[in-house]
């Protein structure tokens, strides 16, 4: 099965600091794209940042930022100068672009908790 | 962007009973449609996926169906509810090639 992995169930963090989440994947795909979505405790499923596959460059989103390794199928999510209003669950998952049907594979999450 | 609209947000139903949550979305045509379920605060499992009217795949055996009687229309749905069923249920939509998919506000769903 073409999996999602979080390593970390939970992590913490100061205020205005930066922290670092992995994610790793499984794919066979040659192209194909990653997310992260935040999940508040209102729960409400927010895109943070997404990837292709195919470029090189990191995606940057203000103080978001990832590392996308290809080749070893990492992609995990910095968030500098954390605040408080970052304190969420996330979650990594990859768009599966075997069935065109843009379907998304979830890990199982990383809860975050910005202190101040 | 699209807005996803569902309902109803809370449920407390019995072991047994029927069970429908509806989702409509606005500001695309033609999207594809998913249920996911959330149990325990944990990752989220796909339950179906939907590309067109009355097209629906399922993504896992279980006890519920999902119907799209409308291009932006989504329905779960269950005859006979069982304990197992309880979770937070979400609602989204795409387009599919990597682009945004959005997410409705979800309906938590206890089953007694």
Known sequence: ?116 | SQTIHQWPATLVQPVGSPLSLECTVEGTSNPNLYWYRQAAGRGLQLLFYSVGIGQISSEVPQNLSASRPQDRQFILSSKKLLLSDSGFYLCASGTGGGNTIYFGEGSWLTVV
């Open chain 1, 1 to 116: 099965a073409q999996t999602v992995t979080q390593s970390q169930p939970e992590m913490s963090v100061q205020e205005a600091e930066t922290v670092t989440l992995s994610c790793t994947y499984d794919t066979s795909e040659s192209n194909y794209y990653l997310f992260w979505y935040k999940q508040p405790p209102s729960r409400q499923m927010i895109l943070v940042i997404r990837q292709e596959a195919y470029k090189q460059q990191n995606a940057t989103e203000n103080r978001f930022s990832v590392n996308f390794q290809k080749a070893a199928k990492s992609f995990s999510l910095k968030i500098s100068d954390s605040q408080l209003g970052d304190t969420a669950m996330y979650f990594c998952a990859r768009e599966d672009g075997s069935s065109n049907t843009g379907k998304l594979i979830f890990g199982q999450g990383t809860t975050l908790q910005v202190k101040p």
